[in-house]
């Protein structure tokens, strides 16, 4: 490998350690929850909290460990949900903290029980609301509604824009003139909108003065209002003082509690992916090597956005030895994306991925029979614990008994 220092954010953790050694005795491929960046990042989410005195949850679509959920709850008001699993999982694994939920659409044969773990349940439509609402108030539960603002502040990935046209998620302002009424208002406790993926707060300020502008009438008998999440609050160049000009103004405005539910930014550059080379060869002007973990089952989203994961040591100045990465499975496309190394790689030599504690655990596959990394956690004192080690069961009896 090179001898240029990665002083990457996602790379933190080894400005004074040595990942090779570190994960040499380490079973690959295996993620690595770091501890130390759950901390840090949970610092600044605390310090934002302080500041404002809104609430941020652990939205558990993208981070479901619930091993670090003990760590997390010193940092987090609660849990997101996004169906009845996740909830029970909040409710069991923080049973001190808020459980909040949103889903597309609720089945009727599972809202009692879900009745039983939530404190906030949002609709996504004026039919849920009105077939569920009543029932949820009269169990005590904080009720909301998801609305879409129509304003659309991403650029190049619709897979994760909930304001593309034709949206499933939320409702527009049309459809609430025209088919709330009344009694379906004096259910509501709050309002939930959802817009931003991985975006700073001057698009949230984008989105805020567009639902003020549209909804904002209907804010003065609130109780709460809900961000959503796709706030990047821990990433180095997030505008923070923006982002607790926009809670206070909502806050002190209309004298509601203000609701924050990132993923990511709760666990940004808080994890690793840990792999190994198992075979190089060239194909035209192409170096290729083949790896022991696979971007469509263990990373998927870097196929589903798509996007390049950071890898240490690579992409440096004067690296020049351009190699494309890929998984061992059947699918042509299963690609994890070209890296310029100082040197060639060769069988046997470790890899390590960074950002890797959000959207990878909770979403790793077994299609083509590829085995589920294992899931350790780096300690503060450099030490590890291993949470799980999946096997040849694992893939069988998910598709049988």
Known sequence: MGKTKDTRPSFRRFLDLDPYTLFKDSRTPCFVIDKKG???????????????????????????????????????AGTEASGLYEARLGKEEMPNKEVHVFSGAYREEEF?????????????????LRKFGKKAKEHGKSVGLRI????????????????????????????FKDQMDDELLSLL???HFHTLCQQNSDDLKTTLDEVERKFGTYF???????????????RVDYDIRLLEDCIRHIQDTYHVQVYLEPGEAVVL???????????????GNYHIAILDTSAACHMPDVVEMPYKPPLYDTDLDGY????????????????IGDYDFASPLKEGDMLVFGDMALYTTCK???????????????????????IRQFGYQDFKYRLGK
């Open 38 to 76: 759950l901390i840090h990042d949970g610092e600044i989410l605390k310090k934002v909290q302080k500041n404002t005195g809104c609430k941020i949850l652990l939205a558990q679509k993208a981070f479901s460990n619930f091993n670090l959920y003990p760590l997390l709850e010193n940092y987090v």
């Open 220 to 234: 003065s008998s609130l109780k709460w209002i809900n961000f959503g999440g796709g706030h990047h609050i821990t």
């Open 112 to 128: 009692d029980e879900l009745l039983s773990y939530a404190d906030h349940i949002v609709f996504n439509s004026v039919n849920q």
């Open 364 to 386: 790793a596959n077994t299609f083509n029979g590829m085995p589920l990394p294992g899931i350790l956690v780096l300690n503060e004192d450099d030490s590890f614990e291993q």
């Open 148 to 175: 879409n603002p129509e304003c659309s502040t991403q650029v190049g990935h619709d897979i994760y824009n909930p304001c593309a046209p034709g949206s499933r998620l939320g409702v527009t302002l049309k459809n």
């Open 189 to 191: 406790d709050g309002i």
């Open 320 to 335: 020049s030895y351009k190699i494309r990465l890929g998984s061992q499975t059947c699918l042509s496309g299963d690609v």
């Open 269 to 283: 550059n808080a994890g690793f992916l840990v792999t190994k080379v198992l075979d190089t060869f060239d194909n």
